[in-house]
């Protein structure tokens, strides 16, 4: 089957972002980032004014960060807690991006919110330590923590958040279609390598 | 870092034992299976002629199989048990085979034993557990137990055999530079995207 619906799961740090980017620029699909679907999911019917009212999320600070915090953020919802709550926001907007046709979609667990959908195709993207840590700081500056201290904190943080909501383990192959290691196979040769199945698919 | 030393680990059934044939085919270098492997490992001087003469293995069963069997295969050689000891011909064999020049390995963890070489490009190949019971009854045959079960064994023993040798988790992507799923990527098409990465090294 064509494969248009392309989500983007990675490691922080990878490139896997700009894969993204790259491959719906390739296809000329809409790109749909962690911003994006948080934004689309806050204008959407489900949007948790609730959460925002009661002020339980600090100023400034992402909405979606408390559906990622590791454990245990006040606040209870319908019986949910807001991290439960949160979640299945941001599935109900995947979802419906999907639905309105061929997209890129990056992070928020999406190979495992549109893991039935025939017409999806999941990539994974990793890359070494080394090559990671020489990108955030190219990227996002030196802070105080090492490099290495950050991404291992990233990497703990999103296994625990996507063994928690999906019950899979994060970052075995067989949930996807193809993992491409970006620190031996180049991120622009990753996006290439994407949008050529993409293409190839029926 | 020219890459030519290829490993190619995968799922049975997935047809990745096609695409290292493929691969090598392509490329114009040896391709070593489980079979041959043995063999090289057997005429080298480590070839384990205790077992052999201690007949501790069944006539026309492979050598090896006793190296990857579950648990408890009984016999002791130099304070090793005979899985053990086999475990360290069969790496010894590889890293002499890569010491050799460009190849194609399938199988026997080699992904593992050769990770700290630099000209080492690491594959997974992997597919949907229909994709594979299709492909054994296609190829194997049918058998009293149902395809699936006897994927999902031969799933376990290998997961099992690579933790226990290895210290790490079977199929987890971080520890290849590609892992490609057959079922939606096709195994022509696993063989010429690894045989492009390989050739763009440098």
Redesign the interface.
Known sequence: MK?NIITISR?FGSGGRTVGRLVAEKLGIPFYDKELVEQIALESGFAPKYVEENGEHAPGKSLFSYAFAPQGVPGVMNGLSTADFLWQVQCGAILQLADQGPCVIVGRNADYILKNRKDA?HA?I?ADMAFRADRIVRLYGESEKSPETRLQEKDKRRKVNYQHYTGR?W????N??????TA??GVE?AAE?ITN?VN??K
Chains 1, 2 share one sequence.
């Open positions: 494969k490691q195709f994974f990793h383990v970052g075995a192959a067989e996807y279609d193809i993992c491409l290691n031996t196979v040769e390598i199945l190839a698919s």
